[in-house]
């Protein structure tokens, strides 16, 4: 199952860490290619030789060997891993991770990790009811960090109670099922747009909107994982993928994302329009800087901009699944509907600007599903990796 996987391990300072070593023999005699880091705590509890040991690849406790000045980058262990795991997560690790604290390499590499974050909390039986620490494995869990859940038990204090780091054999499990994504989407070409489109009024200004293209990423990302082969049709934003099954074409205006789509959803066998298109564009856009010159008023004239969504509901082929998203603010199902019919989609994403954490520039989305046959499924407030998933499984039954 884990054939190959390379799983990051990240060590912190409680009794538990004496467990993680037999969650390392675990995950090598699976075959995962393991690495780890420790924190300066760590080493009180279980000595770096023994993880060296075990893992059979040096240990990874400080930013550089102050031997020979071997520089040890938190960016490449980001990148190398499928999977970072912090077994145990004590309480303090976890208030660093859930307000972005980088004071250690173990914290700077969950900043830079790419991949999914794992969590095995383990602190005393107060701690770990403490409100505090109880929100901050809360943030985490909005930011898509899985976590192993803690058991309860006799701790190190004394004390009986909830805090004792799940045991090896459960986290191996929970490693497991988060590495087994199923190629379900193997042999189909999606089409997905994302982000705004930005429309000129002159050289250094244009229209635009607040959309920063997380959700049609994670969307992009999720499809890519299962197998799909992707192509990306984004607008201007600060993300790129990773999945090496995507396909990226980046535009800026309306008029060329409805160029790109028009031209590859005929070799699509299903396209998800997630990008906040512009409805309107300058009629011209001004050659020059605009200046002000003490008028008082300044009108630009608009005009409509390609509907890329209906051009593709007229054109779509009896075998094409057409996926809209809908962002609304009042009327929210009425208005889903009209659009669901007027569009000619399969099934709508709706979510509401008046849900919070929902929207534009969150890492959590809200969605309600809305099929073409008045069937709807409610989600609750979410990472928008698993929204992507959820949208994925319904598209999946379209597409058998």
């Not at 590495?179 to 000129?200: C, H, M």
């Not at 790109?260 to 309107?280: G, N, Q």
Request: glycine share 8%; with cysteine.
């Amino acid at each position: 199952m884990l054939d190959g996987k390379k799983i990051l391990v990240g060590i912190t300072g409680g009794i538990s860490a004496y467990k993680t070593a037999s969650l390392i023999r675990l995950l090598v005699k699976a075959g995962a290619e393991v690495k780890a880091v420790m924190s300066s705590a760590a080493k009180e509890f279980v000595s770096p030789l023994t993880i060296a040991t075990l893992t059979k690849n040096p240990v990874y406790t400080d930013f550089f060997n102050p031997e020979n000045g071997e520089w040890h980058s938190h960016v490449k262990l980001g990148i190398w891993a499928d999977l970072y795991v912090i077994a145990p997560a004590t309480a303090n690790t976890i208030a660093k991770m859930a307000h972005g604290i980088a004071d250690n390499l173990l914290l700077t590499t969950v900043l830079s990790a790419r991949c999914k974050v794992m969590v095995a909390p383990a602190m005393d039986v107060d701690m770990f009811q403490n409100p505090i620490t109880r929100q901050n494995i809360d943030i985490l869990r909005s930011r898509g960090v899985v976590v192993a859940e803690a058991a309860e038990g006799e701790l190190a204090s004394g004390l009986t109670g909830k805090g004792r780091m799940a045991e090896p054999d459960d986290i191996f499990a929970q490693i497991e099922q988060q590495l087994a994504v199923v190629q379900d989407f193997s042999g189909k070409n999606i089409l997905i747009t994302a982000g705004p489109t930005r429309e000129k009024i002159d050289p250094v200004r244009f229209v635009s909107n607040y959309s920063t293209g997380k959700m049609g990423y994670a969307i992009a990302e999720c499809l890519a994982s299962r197998g799909a082969q992707v192509v990306l049709v984004s607008g201007p934003v600060g993300l790129k993928p990773v999945n090496k099954n995507i396909r990226l074409i980046q535009v800026e205006s309306a008029a060329q994302m409805y160029k790109a789509c028009v031209e590859e959803f005929p070799h699509c066998h299903a396209a998800i329009m997630s990008a906040a298109v512009a409805d309107y564009t300058p009629k011209a856009a001004a050659p020059e800087k605009i200046k002000k010159n003490g008028e008082k008023e300044f009108t630009l004239t608009l005009v409509p901009t390609p509907d890329i969504a209906a051009e593709l509901g007229k054109t779509k082929g009896a075998n094409q699944v057409l996926v809209g998203f809908a962002l609304e603010t009042e009327n929210e199902a009425l208005n889903a509907q009209k659009k669901l019919e007027s569009k000619n989609f399969d099934f709508i994403v709706l979510n509401s600007l008046n849900d919070k954490g929902a929207g534009f520039g969150y890492d959590t989305n809200r969605v309600t599903i809305v099929h073409r046959n008045g069937k709807t499924c409610p989600f609750e407030l979410k990472p928008k990796t698993e929204v992507a998933n959820d949208i994925a499984n319904e598209l999946l039954q379209l597409l058998k």
